[in-house]
């Protein structure tokens, strides 16, 4: 392995390196000589044709009114590109290709602890550990969200106050998500896309997406779990810088989310830290006490 060859001989898991997410609409994916384009305006007499650099991007989001040919398919499946359908401004995700990493340990490892009982709270209490900056004595869920809850209405409220925003409280129907005012419309696209690193992220070290320490219901729930660790650091943060710049220029929030997500799962490297992230949580409950286990 050649070192420093996009730095895989420290990362061992793909898209560490890579640089996030790419969205496009109407238009078709296809492979010209070799390589991935982008054709929009197919059936005009000027169509425009973008190259689209798959090795070096984690997922594309393939928006409404878009198709994908079988070698593009073919393409991205041999370099571990993920390909994702999502709804209008990519705040819908219908399906996506698996990426399949060739490894076990980790997704053994979280059944192992999502299996028991004490364990799995334990994993719980240090993720909120993670979020709230102190471990908490509190064993029960219901309590631990009811803290994080009240806590998070307070950030929100801080982060408003950080940016010179109206803040009326957080509101979000999810019928009808474009019908709140700029801040809330802000921060649901920024959690979409938080969540979509969050997904790549748990796909790299082929984690189960349904078994959450925190949340229990959604086919997602460790995904959720893991972007809600960086709910106070990326996700709002996002979120607000967008909505300010949404109060004095033409582009929509949506456009101005992606734009800014980008720049910061970039320059911040979420992608690679929450792989980290994956990786210390499945490990941490060994600190809390693990040995006990075999006593009880």
Same mark, same amino acid.
């Given at each position: ?21 790419v969205w496009?609409?109407?238009?078709e ?68 290709l ?79 998500p ?14 979409? !896309? $938080? &969540? @979509?690193? =969050? *997904? %790549? !992220? $748990? &796909? @790299?070290? =082929? *984690? %189960? ?25 990326i ?32 320059k ?15 490990k ?13």
């Open positions: 392995m050649l070192k420093g060859r996009l730095g895989l001989e420290t990362a061992r898991v793909p898209h560490s390196d890579r640089h996030g997410l496009l609409e109407r238009g994916l296809c492979v010209v000589n070799g390589c991935l384009h982008f054709m929009s305006g197919k059936n005009s007499l000027t169509p425009h044709i973008d190259q689209i650099p798959h090795q070096a991007v984690s997922m594309i989001l393939l928006g409404p009114g878009s198709s994908v040919t079988h070698d593009a398919l073919r393409l991205l499946a041999r370099h571990g590109t993920l390909l994702a359908a999502v709804g209008k401004d990519g705040v819908r995700s219908y399906t996506a698996p990426l399949l990493p060739d490894r076990s340990d980790i997704a053994r490892r979280q059944a192992e602890l999502w299996g028991s009982p004490r364990r799995r709270i334990s994993v719980a209490r240090h993720m909120y550990a993670l979020r709230l900056g102190e471990v908490l004595p509190h064993r029960d869920l219901d309590t631990l969200r009811g803290i994080e809850g009240s806590r998070v209405k307070t950030m929100y409220r801080l982060m408003a106050e950080k940016y010179d925003i109206e803040w009326k409280g957080r509101h979000y129907d999810r019928q009808n474009d019908a709140t005012d700029l801040p809330n419309q802000a921060i649901n696209h920024a959690a979409t !896309a $938080v &969540q @979509a690193a =969050a *997904a %790549i !992220a $748990v &796909q @790299a070290v =082929a *984690a %189960i997406p349904q078994l959450g320490f925190i949340h229990e219901d959604s086919g997602q729930s460790f995904v959720l779990d893991i972007a809600d660790l960086y709910r106070d650091s996700t709002l943060q996002i979120a607000f810088t967008s909505a300010k710049r949404a109060e004095k220029e033409s582009s929509t929030v949506d456009r101005l989310v992606r734009r800014e997500a980008a720049t910061v799962f970039r911040q490297k979420v992608i690679p830290s929450m792989i980290n992230s994956i990786k210390k949580v499945i941490m409950e060994e600190v809390d006490g693990a040995g006990r286990d075999h006593h009880t």
